[in-house]
């Protein structure tokens, strides 16, 4: 009976325990559903699940649902945001020495990209999120960016006194006000309305980006420039990192990693896809000879801060 007694309040014991808190990382993005870096983020949440037996749960908000991307950014910091994919644009405020991955003709192709990014020059560069209060975790793809506008450009000089969008990107502004153009640094959420007004002429970005936010219905022209590879990259607050166990955080990792294959995977089908459908949509699909862009653009980096020579230098000794 005693026996019993002692089995039945040690069950009780064990009732009354509180069950292990979830963690819940709250992931934001600026693109829509529709984006390789949508799908990329529910992937991961699947496998962060896995990894972790549902210690770790992703909850991903996309469109500017958790702000606009230095908005997010800066919530890593203050730990109201846990986690954030962004564009490089506004990383340059937080850590300078990344936008050297902005310059125009940089990479050779895709390949060259990933071997850069995935080795030590893109392991270094996320370190120096380190000290400002973010932890770096991967580079993942936004895609080629491409020129769109009203009209076919197709040498530099079409670009003159053209108010093209860009991303608040001192590399970006630089690059299009040496080939002629009147950059305008604009966040994402006000370009659609001011194509349509006119506000604006032209804009840059990938494939994907242009389909999802139908572009087509103010700009009837897409020249396949690919003169910027433009990355996204995933980014957590220190905050939230550091509240992880060593456990948790090698299966963050981990995730990350097959997450990053798999979104480069998708992106390359979205694109070919996407492509047709702007064509099927009316745009006008330009292929052009780029050489002219890459001879205005040659001495870019040397007039630019925070680009250092010898790493440069490595990332085009890449294979």
Known sequence: MFRR????????????LPAAAEIVIKAGHGTTTGHPTHFALVRFAELVSEKTNGEVK??????????????????????????????????LAFAPEIGIVDLPFLF???????????????????????????????WWENGW??????????KPEDLTGLKLRTMQNPVHMAAFEKLGASP???????????????????????????????????????????????????????????????????AVSEAAAEATGFQREKAAELEKDYLAKLKEKGMTVVEIDTTSFRDALRDLAASQQNIDPALLEKIQSVQ
């Open 108 to 138: 050779r192709d895709s390949p060259h990209v990933y071997a850069t990014l995935d080795g030590d020059v893109g392991k270094d560069l996320l370190g120096k999120f380190d000290t400002r209060g973010i932890h770096g975790l991967a």
């Open 184 to 250: 305008v640094p604009m966040v994402w959420g006000e370009v659609f309305t001011s194509l349509g007004q006119g506000v604006i002429d032209a804009q840059e970005n990938p494939i994907t980006v242009i389909y999802v936010n139908s572009l087509w219905e103010v700009q009837s022209h897409l020249m396949l420039t690919g003169h910027v590879y433009g990355p996204h990259v995933a980014l957590f607050s220190k905050m939230k990192w550091d509240s992880l166990t060593p456990e948790q955080q090698t």
């Open 145 to 154: 960016r491409h020129l769109t506008a009203k009209k076919e450009i197709s």
């Open 58 to 91: 992703v909850e991903v908000y996309p469109d500017r649902q958790l702000g606009e991307e230095r908005e997010m950014v800066e919530g890593l910091q203050f730990g109201s945001v846990d986690m954030a994919v962004v564009s490089t644009g506004p990383l």
């Open 5 to 16: 007694l002692l089995c039945a309040a040690a069950f009780a014991t064990t009732l009354a």
